[in-house]
């Protein structure tokens, strides 16, 4: 069985009386893409904030390539984030950049590398994402989908061990998200990184996960984990056959 780089134990986070989740535990192995899923509102994306250090849990413990994000500070935790990358839900990127100065940011950030070299690879990044020819370009040049492969270069820029993508296929047309579902998987295989994909997208998720967790925002937590065609065919609670069938729930 492959390395555990993420171990989730016993997750809960409130905002004064509201609870969003708790007893949220799982882990995630090294090289595969890991999914975590369920309807608006259940705390897919608060999660995602927790495991990349933005937001301590009320209570349990995330620990990313052994280390607990949300309690390092200063040099060590800019050590840490170095070895993951993250691409936000809209892109994040720079709009006054052009994609290759947007991909180089990171490494003027965290590294010496001089500039020649830095465009040299931000160059590479944007070739891996099928976007060589578009390195000059500014973010409002460009469509949706490729804003999106062009966040997930940046996110690639230092060669983080783990990715995480927030809602990836947001705002895509079915075309577009196919694509880019299948440029995850081919990153996965072809690199080795492991991809931690935070959706709702009922086809991506079918498309692109090796195992998921589902949270559900009436249950306060976790209530469903395995392999996504598993839980498709094979689960006996409802809310997941639902959501994997596209039903409505009945009351």
């Not at 509201?18 to 994306?45: A, W, Y």
């Not at 390092?72 to 936000?88: E, F, S, Y």
């Not at 998720?205 to 209530?223: F, S, Y």
Request: proline letters at 5%; glycine letters at 10%.
């Amino acid at each position: 069985m492959a390395e555990t780089v993420i171990e989730a134990e016993g997750l809960a986070i409130s905002f004064g009386s509201r609870t969003i989740f708790r007893d949220v535990s799982f882990e995630v192995r090294r090289g595969e893409i890991f999914v975590i899923l369920g309807g608006s509102g259940c705390g897919k994306s608060t999660l995602l904030k927790i495991l990349i250090g933005l937001l301590p849990p009320s209570t349990g413990v995330a620990r990313v390539l052994g280390q607990e994000l949300t309690m390092l500070t200063g040099q060590p935790r800019r050590a840490a984030l170095a070895r993951i990358g993250v691409m936000w839900q809209q892109g994040a990127l720079l709009g006054s950049l052009n994609l290759m100065q947007n991909v180089a940011l990171p490494m003027e950030q965290h590294t010496r590398l001089p500039p020649d070299a830095r465009d040299v690879l931000a160059r590479a990044k944007l070739g891996l994402v099928g976007l060589g020819d578009a390195a000059t370009r500014l973010p409002a040049e460009i469509s949706g989908g490729m804003l999106k492969r062009a966040g997930i270069a940046r996110a690639m820029a230092l060669d983080p061990q783990i990715l995480f993508l927030d809602e990836p296929s947001a705002g895509l047309d079915p075309i577009t998200s196919a694509g880019l579902d299948e440029l995850i998987m081919t990153l996965a295989r072809d690199t080795g990184t492991t991809f931690v994909v935070v959706t709702h997208e009922l086809q991506s998720i079918l498309a692109i996960g090796d195992r998921c967790i589902m949270l559900d925002k009436t249950a306060q937590g976790m209530i469903a984990t395995g392999k996504p065609t598993e839980l498709r065919d094979s689960s006996e609670i409802p809310t997941v056959r639902a959501f994997f069938r596209r039903e409505v729930l009945e009351q």
